[in-house]
């Protein structure tokens, strides 16, 4: 199946900063993407060019649309949800429903009220009477009721307590994604959505330091936790990463074979955080 995003050698400076630097990859449809990477490491920028919201210089296509001469057309396919959710303070929660729908001929009022049902928001209350949760819950309900081929989710559960984040993602898989439907999503909580990804992407300083599907990096990455006697031998295999646990070490290999590091100690699969940062430390070395 063709792929529905094609970037190849994006960049993008900011006077003399540059935000992406040489940027290629592909998104085939039917996936989930989290694109992580610190403050400042060009996440935000590669999606305002998804976004058509800001010049590039390289190619990139979604869905065969050049998204800056074709940004229109793109909207119609794609929904986007920043990290600040931004509604008019004055307009009432059923204002915005009647609003979206209006304006959006792929907004669904029966499945938009169907997420607020989950939460304590009134339709006669103004954005400006709700908290800072709320106001997130209202913006996902409005944008997850849009049957659109494309998520982009930048930071979407910011502001919200650990029970509306693991509700959220939970209906993201049930009630929205599906083999027709692709979803990009960025977060510094990465332990929360390692289990529904599956690719993943490191940036850092504008450039991709890991691009693969999660089956993947399952079968090239381990980590050990190596008993003290083969200490010495795990450290000659020059493992990526090394960090200590109750005075034990524990070394991120990569491409090396499972059975032989079964021989230095207990072998599991590295969380995504623990690969992030073994990532961001080879860089900065």
């Known amino acids: 199946m063709s792929n529905i ?5 994006l960049n993008k400076r900011y006077g003399s900063f540059k935000a992406l630097d040489n940027v290629s990859f592909e998104l085939a449809p039917g996936r989930i ?16 060019s998804v976004l058509g ?30 990290d600040v959710a931004v509604l008019p303070r004055w307009i009432k929660v059923s204002q915005a429903i009647d609003f979206v729908e209006g304006v959006h001929p792929r907004f669904s009022r029966e499945l938009c009220e169907k997420y607020l049902g989950q939460t304590k928001i ?11 949760g709320m106001v997130v819950q209202l913006h996902l309900a409005l ?14 559960t910011l502001g919200l307590d650990i029970l509306f984040r693991k509700s959220f993602y939970e209906q993201l898989l049930n009630d ?13 909580q990465v332990e ?11 940036i850092q300083d504008g450039k991709i330091v890991l691009d693969d599907s999660m089956d993947a990096i399952a079968d090239s990455y381990f980590e050990v936790m190596v008993e003290k006697e083969f200490e010495e031998a795990a450290l000659a295999m020059k493992p990526l990463n090394v960090r200590e646990v109750f005075g034990q ?37």
């Open 176 to 188: 929205y994604f599906d083999d027709n439907r692709t979803i990009i999503i960025t977060t510094h």
């Open 249 to 285: 070490k524990v070394c991120l290999f990569s491409g090396v074979a499972k059975e032989q590091l079964q021989e230095l100690g207990k072998v599991r699969k590295p969380s995504v955080a623990d690969l992030f940062v073994a990532k961001m430390k080879g860089e900065a070395a």
């Open 192 to 202: 929360e959505i390692e289990h529904i990804l599956s690719d993943l992407i490191f």
């Open 143 to 156: 944008i997850m009721a849009i049957d659109a081929d494309l998520l982009i989710l930048d930071e979407p």
């Open 33 to 48: 993407l989290g694109l992580i990477g610190p403050n400042g490491a060009g996440k935000t920028t590669l999606l305002k």
């Open 122 to 132: 009134k339709r006669n209350s103004r954005v400006k009477a709700l908290s800072k």
């Open 5 to 9: 995003l094609e970037a190849k050698g």
């Open 53 to 82: 919201l800001t010049p590039f210089e390289g190619e990139l296509n979604i869905f065969g649309l050049d998204p800056h001469k074709q940004r229109d057309e793109l909207m119609k396919r794609v929904c986007f949800i920043a």
